[in-house]
């Protein structure tokens, strides 16, 4: 992959940028409290993940803080546990409240020296407006599952910002890498497009690291580089594009 022929970077925002497991889990606290639970943030993360995809598939219109508000339901029905429409309804809009990973801001105003940045993101566009103000950048483009009709991993997302960067921004294909933490919404169907792709492993999976709040894939897709934080890919990258 030569660096100088990319222009344009796009971005997973959470889970890559945006550490959406603390969120996630932070979010969890006024269930878990008012329920006594003894429950781990491991346990309860593991199946956040498998109820949020499940949720994202069977309703792909479905607008983030709704899927978020239906997760967080079915996640007490599961558990056993007693909730309500306000408790459902706050995890549903906590998500302009998930913190930015420490490197964050600095990596991506690194980038921006060097390359057009532009966000992929399964949620909706205004809970990405809360998220992108801890980011310090202004993104060249933003795409989001509201505008697409459908969540990341499904096939409609990638040609979506493609067709998107082509037509509203002269962006072809050979002059993007995309950029993401999860394997699951992110690497796979990237490469299914022919992208390639940059891992940002910061559950350091290759480590024998926890999955976390992502979703598992059996079949592991092979990224064209890997790193386990933002800085350091952003500091390859700069260089690698002045080379």
């Not at 891992?199 to 024998?208: M, N, P």
Request: glycine share 6%; proline share 5%; hydrophobic share 40%.
């Amino acid at each position: 992959m030569d660096m100088r022929a990319i222009s344009t970077l796009t971005f997973d925002c959470y889970g890559t940028l945006i550490d959406w497991e603390s969120g996630i889990w932070d979010g969890l606290q006024p269930l878990l409290l008012a329920n006594g639970s003894q429950r781990t943030r491991h346990a309860s993360l593991e199946d956040f993940a498998k109820c949020e995809s499940a949720i994202q598939a069977e309703t792909p219109d479905m607008l983030y803080p709704e899927v978020l508000a239906k997760t967080h339901a079915r996640l007490a029905a599961q558990w056993g546990y007693e909730t309500d429409a306000t408790m459902d309804a706050r995890f549903g809009d906590f998500v302009p409240y998930w913190p930015a990973f420490p490197d964050s801001a600095d990596a991506l105003r690194q980038l921006a020296q060097s390359f057009k940045l532009v966000i992929l993101s399964n949620v909706d566009r205004q809970s990405f407006q809360g998220s992108n103000a801890r980011l310090g950048v202004r993104f060249d483009a933003i795409y989001t599952a509201e505008d697409v009709g459908s969540y990341k991993p499904n096939p409609a997302n990638f040609p979506h910002m493609l067709s998107g960067l082509a037509a509203d921004h002269q962006v072809s294909q050979n002059e993007i890498l995309h950029v993401a933490q999860s394997l699951f919404h992110d690497i796979k169907p990237a490469k299914a497009v022919g992208l390639p792709c940059a891992w940002i492993d910061r559950q350091k999976l290759e480590e024998g690291g926890s999955w976390g709040a992502t979703a598992m894939v059996g079949d592991v897709p092979q990224p064209d580089k890997r790193f386990t934080d933002l800085q350091s890919f952003a500091d390859w990258a700069c260089a690698a594009k002045q080379a």
